[in-house]
């Protein structure tokens, strides 16, 4: 099993700025993942981050808007730039093991 | 990967009473999870039937498996007021390690 430790928990934030998400495993895992939920919908997977190499962004999300992190096996970042209020949503980090395990979420607002 | 759709959307009981959400797919899977989501929280892992399972049970959860159908069910017996979450299934099919998820099923139990 992974523990997950994401935050911040929530944020309000202005339009315009940007604000990073922070994912702490208790274990070393090759891949993370960053979801998306938008409001009373699924799960959509962001990107792929792989320790050592670039971010495998899903169709729709590109770098400059989502650029992500991944110094080391048990930790990596997820920025939310230039935000605006449809990035309004909850984002989640994620690992793999026989199952999925997921951090808390963050919940942001962009006002 | 592929996405589950489940149904109902949304699902309202009371508290004692049985719970049952169906999860529909498309193409031939390796197994299928089941996960619970808190209030916008992150999700937490159920339980995962294989390919070939029919039915498993977890305490008071009980999952079957239809792959001619290629569907698969989750049945909350006696349910509680801390039931109340939405449930997601996320098929895997065979070569994918990524679980997609659904819109799931809103399910609140009333005490």
């Known amino acids: 099993s992974a523990v997950i430790s994401q935050k911040p928990s929530r944020d309000i934030c202005q339009r315009g700025t940007s604000l990073t998400i922070q994912c702490q495993v208790d274990?070393?895992?090759?891949?993370m993942f960053w979801y998306r939920q938008q409001p009373g919908q699924s799960l959509t997977l962001i990107a792929t981050?792989?320790?050592?190499?670039?971010?495998?962004?899903e169709s729709g999300f590109v770098i400059d808007k989502f650029p992500i992190s991944r110094p080391n096996l048990t930790f990596s970042t997820l920025t939310v730039s230039n935000m605006s209020p449809e990035d309004s949503s909850i984002y989640l980090c994620?690992?793999?093991?026989?199952?999925?395990?997921f951090g808390q979420g963050t919940r942001l607002t962009v006002v | 990967s592929q996405q589950g759709e489940e149904d109902p959307q949304a699902l309202s009981i009371q508290e004692g009473e049985n719970a049952t959400m169906n999860c529909s797919y498309k193409?031939?899977?390796?197994?299928l999870q089941w996960y619970r989501q808190n209030s916008g929280r992150g999700l937490v892992h159920l339980i995962l039937?294989?390919?070939?399972?029919r039915e498993k049970h977890s305490g008071r959860l009980r999952v079957t498996l239809d792959t001619s159908k290629k569907s698969s069910s989750l049945l909350i017996t006696a349910s509680r007021a801390a039931d109340t979450a939405s449930y997601f299934c996320?098929?895997?099919?065979?070569?994918?390690?990524?679980?997609?998820f659904g819109r799931g099923t809103s399910l609140i139990v009333h005490p």
């Open positions: 994620s690992v793999l093991d026989t199952e999925a395990f």
């Open positions: 274990s070393q895992v090759t891949m």
């Open positions: 981050a792989n320790q050592g190499s670039e971010a495998t962004y």
């Open positions: 193409t031939s899977i390796n197994n």
């Open positions: 039937i294989r390919s070939n399972e």
């Open positions: 996320a098929p895997l099919p065979g070569g994918s390690y990524i679980p997609t």
